[in-house]
Structures are given as C-alpha cells and as structure tokens.
C-alpha cells in the first residue's frame, strides 16, 4: 500500500526468480539478513521512508523498462551507489564548491570555520557498515541535487522530492572522504592529514 510503513521479512522470503527491489515495491516488505549491513539498511529504511520508497520506486520502474539483465543500466547503477554509499552535504556554498573542485586544502583548512554551517547526513547504509571500522580512505559518494541548499529541515521529503531519475543517471555524485570532515576524526586536527594524496585525489582532466 502506498505510503504505508515497509515490514521486514526474512530474506528466504524473497523467490529465486524475483528481483530483490521489485519485491519490495510489489510487496511493502524487505528481506533482511541477520548481518550488520542489512541492520543498517532497516535503520536508514525507518530514518528516511520517503526517500527509500522514491529510490525503490525508480528502480522498479527501470526493471520494468529494460528487465533485470547482467548489466544494470546507468540509473539502476547509479541508485545502487547511492543506497549503499551516499550521503549529502548541506553546507554554504564556497563549501560546496571546493568538494566539487576538489580543493581539499580549501575544503578542509582555509574553510574550517565555516564546517560549523554545514551538515554531512550519511545515507548509504554500506557507507554505514564501513564505519563501524573507520579508516582514513572511507569516501562518501555526496548527491549533488540540481537545486543546491544551505539547509534543511527535513532531509527526508527534500530528499525523496530531489531524487530526478534523469538527473540520477548522470551519477552526480562527488566524492567526500568522510573522516576529514572536521570533528569526525580527531588525527584531521593536523593538517597533514590532507597531504596524503592516496585519499585526497585531485580531480580528474575534463
């Protein structure tokens, strides 16, 4: 039933012949594992029930366009990446433009002050996973919607109204090594942290 609270299920509930996202939109039901990746994934389901059913919605309506086959397709593959690793960024703007240039330094050190502003929601329920173990290469895939926004107060229905499926496809995703955020990672007080170059990629040539 649209707009009703999803169940979850064992995943021995899920037929062999079914795809995984069409039974939860035909269904309301999510199989679920007992492993840590599928807690998460009931824990962002019950935090973010808007923007879940929007990303399972589009999902199914791409498997009912082109069918489930050996290669997803670019707005299939490009929900997948935000589901397990994506987060979003709520900042002023000069932050935002230094992750899209990615100007670490700038992003990092000679903006700190204005991180204060800013709100880093994680919504990849993998991204959430590797967490529980946190090492310095863990990088978020940050959504860039097409309308871009200091704030938010409920990221929720923002999130499920910005979820563009054309705008999906062109997976418009930044990516944000998330323990250099400032106050998440107590060895990023040294600015050294920055200089490894391993993590904090430049971007690539146009």
């Not at 529980?132 to 871009?148: D, F, G, M, N």
């Not at 929720?156 to 418009?172: C, E, I, R, V, Y």
Request: aromatic share 10%.
């Amino acid at each position: 039933m649209p707009g009703a609270a999803v169940r979850f299920v064992p995943h021995s509930a899920l037929p062999a012949d079914v795809a995984y996202e069409q039974f939860i939109f035909d269904t309301g039901t999510v199989p679920t594992r007992d492993n840590l990746h599928d807690c998460f994934n009931g824990l962002v389901w019950l935090r973010y029930p808007q923007a879940k059913r929007r990303l399972n919605a589009l999902q199914a309506l791409a498997i009912a366009d082109t069918g489930v086959g050996a290669v997803r397709g670019p707005l299939r593959d490009a929900i997948t990446l935000f589901d397990e690793n994506g987060a979003m960024l709520f900042a002023p703007a000069p932050l935002r433009e230094a992750l899209a240039a990615r100007d670490w330094r700038r992003l990092f050190v000679d903006l700190r002050p204005l991180w204060q502003q800013a709100q880093l929601v994680l919504f990849g329920h993998a991204l959430l996973e590797k967490l529980e173990s946190p090492r310095k290469p863990i990088t978020a895939h940050v959504y860039q919607a097409q309308h871009a926004i200091d704030s938010v107060a409920d990221v929720d229905a923002w999130l499920a109204g910005a979820l563009d499926p054309s705008h999906l496809a062109t997976k418009p995703f930044l990516p944000l090594p998330v323990l250099g955020v400032p106050g998440w990672w107590p060895e990023n007080e040294n600015f050294c942290f920055y200089d490894d170059s391993l993590v904090f990629r430049s971007a690539r040539p146009a």
